[in-house]
């Protein structure tokens, strides 16, 4: 029993990460209808500005709480001023065009990003700092869970919080949904579109860097590949939810990171893509507008 | 207060409008009536500054206003009601009303502003919580309106307030009309396929054929008139 209780709190994790990223693709899908290829490399970015804050404070002595928080906000901040430029660089000039360009421009900007951090950096693996420390209170269920998976439970559920809040209360969550749903009508209201997709690509990336904070801390190590592999995953997860929706985003990847964990620690570690990807297909085959997607009608 | 002068529109190769010229002025009703494909929506949108205009000038309140942002010219007090409603499905009715007041900060103002549209649709602030996609067509006509007018518009642009409705629910939207033209003193301009209800309120009005007007009269005459009753009213 203590095993399935370690699987599932490893899955919920991992889930939970997989959550941060596709948040972003789903958002962006939801806006403008393009799947944003580039939006891992934005996750891989943000682990490595927290890398590189969280090394330089903690070479002049900063607490490790300190250094979190600075290397968290630096992260989600510099990613999304990634994402901003992305979008106005990438997907802004393309508006108009057909639904293909935008995409092959999103692959472009991905393939960019990833040689551009080969060369700024290395392609070798980095020992990422060990930034979640262990907490006494957590003791009696560290032994099964883990302290560092318990603290990116935590912490996820709290950003998750915060996203809800924002978009269901306040003016600008307001008008990202608006315009979601009816951009001409938004147009007509007064809302500036242009400003709104830019707001979510910045969301969106500041979720990112804190995803890859977390999980560069938790598995201690980063290179530049990282965003490719993390933002398939969380892609999956995003169709598997229902691409467009939230609550199905973060449905999904739960359900994926659970499945994972449990494949891995039932059968094989070896089948844990197989498993993932196998349930993509099974969904996509029964319920192609996923978890909690609804069916698009297109009008002829 | 509003003047369209030799305005052009054309979409890529096809030029929808051609030469147009009408004037609004300020408190009066408006008319806009035409077949299918005439142009009328085409109009509304070049005002509201989704469509760019090719050529001519747009002049509300004495400024050149065809270049800007329909941001702009929401925030300026030009304000629509498109065809088809637009309705925000997911949105509750509240926040569909927020919506209209989107560019406003005036939290008072936007609170006696809706308190006077549900004044006008009572059954609007029954259905506050639910969301606009669950309304019924009238309803939703309702809701489009209030949510124009939770923008305290100095113009207000209708484009087919009476598509799909029953006649009963048109005479209740056609009654509010005037009325928010009278109370609010709004300026109105209505485009309609329904042209008798629309000249029956009008002050004045337009008849639009293939992206040029044809007829620019007061609404009584137009109603007198053989070649409108012939196209038009069905008589």
């Known amino acids: ?300 | 207060m509003l003047e369209l002068r030799n305005i052009n529109v054309a979409y890529g190769n096809i030029q929808v409008l051609h030469g147009l010229n009408i004037e609004i002025k300020s408190g009066e009703i408006i008319t806009l009536i035409g077949a299918n494909g005439a142009g009328k929506s085409t109009t509304l949108m070049a005002i509201s500054g989704v469509v760019p205009v090719r050529s001519g000038k747009i002049v509300f309140e004495g400024e050149p206003v065809h270049k800007l942002s329909p941001e702009k010219l929401v925030a300026m007090g030009i304000c629509q009601v498109p065809e088809g409603r637009h309705i925000f499905p997911s949105l509750t009715v509240q926040e569909n009303l927020d919506m209209g007041a989107f560019l406003r900060n005036d939290s008072d103002g936007i609170k006696d502003d809706l308190d006077y549209v549900f004044s006008l649709f009572p059954i609007l602030a029954e259905r506050r919580s639910q969301d606009g996609g669950t309304l019924s067509g009238g309803e939703q006509q309702m809701l489009a309106m209030s949510r124009a007018l939770m923008a305290r518009p100095k113009l207000l642009l209708l484009d087919e307030p009476s598509m799909g409705l029953a006649p009963l629910v048109i005479k209740r939207i056609f009654e509010i009309i005037q009325k928010i033209n009278k109370e609010q003193n709004t300026t109105i301009f209505l485009v309609e396929q329904n042209a008798n209800q629309a000249l029956h309120i009008a002050d004045r009005g337009y008849v639009i054929e293939n992206g040029v007007i044809t007829i620019s009269d007061s609404a009584k005459s137009l109603l007198q008139n053989q070649d409108v009753q012939k196209a038009y009213l069905g008589i």
Do not use: C
Not at chain 1, 29 to 57: C, D, K, P, R
Not at chain 1, 63 to 86: D, E, H, M, N, R
Not at chain 1, 237 to 261: C, D, K, N, R, W
């Open chain 1, 1 to 300: 029993m203590d095993y399935f209780i370690e699987l599932f709190f490893v899955g919920l994790t991992r889930g939970s990460i997989y959550a941060l990223i596709a948040l972003g693709y789903t958002m962006v899908y939801g806006i403008i209808g393009l799947i944003n290829f580039a939006h891992g490399e934005i996750y891989m970015i943000g682990a490595f500005t927290s890398f590189i804050v969280a090394t330089v404070l903690s070479i002049y002595g900063f607490p490790l709480l300190a250094i979190v928080i600075v290397a968290g906000l630096a992260a989600a901040v510099w990613s999304s001023a990634y994402g901003y430029t992305i979008e106005k660089l990438a997907y802004r000039p393309l508006r108009k065009a057909p639904r293909l360009a935008p995409l092959i421009s999103a692959i472009g900007m991905s393939i960019f990003l990833q040689n551009y951090v080969l060369l700024a950096q290395t392609s070798d693996f980095l020992p990422f700092p060990e930034l979640i420390p262990e907490f006494d209170f957590m003791e009696p269920v560290a032994h099964i869970v883990g302290s560092s998976d318990l603290v990116i439970l935590i912490v996820t559920t709290l950003v998750m919080l915060g996203l809800t809040f924002l978009i269901k209360f306040t003016k600008i969550g307001k008008a990202m949904r608006a315009t979601a749903q009816d951009k001409t009508m938004a147009v007509l209201v007064g809302i500036n579109v242009d400003r709104v997709i830019s707001a979510t690509f910045v969301i969106g990336s500041a979720l990112a860097a804190i995803g890859g904070l977390l999980i560069a801390s938790h598995v201690g190590q980063i290179n530049f590949y990282i965003g490719f592999i993390a933002g398939i995953k969380a892609f999956t997860a995003a169709v598997l939810g229902g691409i467009g929706s939230i609550p199905g985003a973060v449905l999904g990847s739960l359900v994926l990171g659970l499945t994972e964990s449990f494949a891995t620690g039932y059968i094989s570690s070896d089948y844990e893509d197989v498993f993932a990807f196998s349930l993509l297909v099974l969904i996509l085959i029964f319920k192609p507008s996923g978890l909690l997607g609804k069916a698009e009608t297109q009008k002829v």
